[in-house]
């Protein structure tokens, strides 16, 4: 009995860790635990060099929607959004003003259309990431680019997990 209760708690937990946009630009590892600040500043209309007016949302691996933003200030139409980041998977999106991005990695607003050709930038902690998408944004997910970042543990919380593993095989000796 314990065999199959444990099989069904991992296909359960397997679900959930699988939680992602269909499409998105993998960033890797952006840093340790912490305080980052996702910023869209210079994304673009190819033909006009306009700025996109953007809003930018922050989910966790499960889909939760953490954070979104549509402007910086009310003169500056980009986006940006800060958080407090503990180790983890995180899905940056960024579309276009009148968004409304919920749980799931859901945009039900306005968002890009068809036809609509330019660049959107993501910036970490006021450096640039990368430009996810410079073409026809009818090819985004739900009219919506995302990235995903990983945040790893802090040094001292790897040290201690490493102190950990050492006195748990000294008391098996």
Same mark, same amino acid.
């Given at each position: 009995?314990?065999?199959?209760?444990?099989?069904?708690?991992? *296909?359960?937990?397997? +679900? *959930? +860790?699988? +939680?992602?946009?269909?499409? /998105?630009?993998?960033?890797?590892?952006?840093?340790?635990?912490?305080?980052?600040?996702? %910023?869209?500043?210079?994304?673009?209309? #190819?033909?006009?060099? #306009?700025?996109?007016?953007?809003?930018?949302?922050?989910? %966790?691996?499960?889909?939760?929607?953490?954070?979104?933003?549509?402007?910086?200030?009310?003169?500056?139409?980009? =986006? $940006?959004?800060? #958080?407090?980041?503990?180790?983890?998977?995180?899905?940056?999106? *960024? =579309?276009?003003?009148?968004?409304? /991005?919920?749980?799931?990695?859901?945009?039900?607003?306005?968002? /890009?259309?068809?036809? @609509?050709?330019?660049?959107?930038?993501?910036?970490?902690?006021?450096? /640039?990431?990368?430009?996810?998408?410079?073409? %026809?944004?009818?090819?985004? @997910?739900? #009219?919506?680019?995302?990235?995903?970042?990983?945040?790893?543990?802090?040094?001292?919380?790897?040290?201690?997990?490493?102190?950990?593993?050492?006195? *748990?095989? $000294? $008391? $098996?000796?």
């Amino acid at each position: 009995m314990k065999k199959v209760t444990t099989i069904i708690a991992l *296909v359960g937990c397997s +679900a *959930v +860790a699988a +939680a992602q946009p269909s499409s /998105f630009l993998d960033l890797g590892v952006i840093g340790n635990e912490g305080s980052y600040t996702f %910023d869209s500043q210079g994304s673009n209309l #190819e033909f006009t060099g #306009e700025r996109i007016d953007t809003e930018l949302g922050l989910w %966790d691996s499960t889909g939760l929607l953490l954070a979104s933003n549509n402007n910086i200030s009310s003169s500056n139409t980009w =986006s $940006r959004v800060t #958080e407090s980041l503990t180790a983890g998977v995180y899905f940056i999106g *960024v =579309s276009e003003f009148n968004s409304v /991005f919920e749980d799931n990695f859901i945009n039900t607003g306005s968002a /890009f259309e068809p036809g @609509d050709i330019g660049s959107v930038w993501l910036n970490i902690n006021g450096m /640039f990431a990368n430009s996810i998408f410079s073409g %026809d944004f009818s090819l985004l @997910d739900q #009219e919506t680019g995302f990235f995903k970042v990983t945040v790893i543990p802090a040094p001292s919380a790897m040290a201690l997990l490493g102190l950990g593993g050492i006195a *748990v095989g $000294r $008391r $098996r000796r």
